[in-house]
């Protein structure tokens, strides 16, 4: 019987890797073809008319950003799920949320994110994995509720510091929402919202590394919250320690 699960485990985990080179492959063509379209231009000479010459640079450096920013999740995404051990400490998840929102707010003033953060909000976990995951939370906000009042929140409850990430965008559907931390899945959203179809996958394997919980709540055109429980640093934040 262990030898007939272990098989069965080795198999699945055989079709996930498969799957998951298939995505990326997918997700890496688009861009790459592309730039390799605009090369070919630039080699035949096809740059003289006005303006061409700057589109096709500036396509170019988008593209190729694009690229470079798939492949930076691609390869966060594949170090989360080796299972990789992590140096977690004691971290600030409001100074966190301050830092990650003031980089993140538009400067065309677009969209709103109010903040409420809780002074005491201090978690054990991996910095890294933190930051990176109300980013993609806020950034997903952005994009797929463009013009909504966008609320970040930390809070204490009991053993936890509790993030909350909330939206009053157009909401998900029920399919949207089982498939939301899958990687490469996109949900309907206003418009082509561009991404790679990565970042909750990156959340939701973020948080559980440092021993965290995600929850998604939402429904047609009623917005979208994401709440995030980590476990609360007690006995290290009185004494000064940090955890092995």
């Known amino acids: 019987m262990q030898v007939h699960s272990a098989l069965s485990q080795r198999d699945r985990t055989e079709a996930e890797i498969r799957q998951f080179i298939a995505d990326a492959g ?17 080699e035949d000479g096809a740059v003289d008319a006005p303006g061409v010459r700057e589109r096709v640079f500036a396509t170019l450096r988008q593209e190729s950003r694009r690229m470079r920013t ?12 080796r299972g990789e051990t992590t140096a977690r400490e004691i971290v600030d998840v409001s100074a966190i949320v301050s830092r990650v929102v003031s980089a993140l707010s ?17 978690a054990v976990a991996d910095p890294t ?43 998900m559907s029920e399919h949207d929402q089982k498939h939301a931390f899958d990687r490469f899945y996109r949900g309907r959203g206003p418009g082509e919202a561009e991404g790679s179809g990565l970042g909750l996958a990156i959340v939701k394997r973020a948080v559980e590394r440092s021993e965290g919980t995600i929850a998604l709540q939402s429904r ?11 476990p609360r640093a007690h006995a290290e934040v009185e004494t000064g320690t940090t955890p092995d």
């Open 26 to 42: 997918h997700e890496l063509r688009t861009p790459l073809t592309v730039i390799m379209g605009y090369l070919d231009v630039l």
């Open 70 to 81: 798939l492949i930076e999740r691609l390869i966060y995404l594949a170090r989360l799920e």
């Open 106 to 122: 538009p400067e065309d003033g677009a969209a709103t994110i109010a903040v409420s953060a809780a002074p005491d909000a201090v």
């Open 129 to 171: 994995d933190v930051s990176e995951a109300i980013r993609n939370l806020v950034d997903n906000a952005l994009k797929y509720a463009p013009g909504s009042e966008i609320a970040v929140s930390t809070a204490v409850d009991g053993n936890e510091v509790v993030l909350v990430v909330r939206d009053r965008g157009p909401g």
């Open 220 to 230: 047609v055109g009623g917005g979208t919250q994401f709440t995030i429980r980590l």
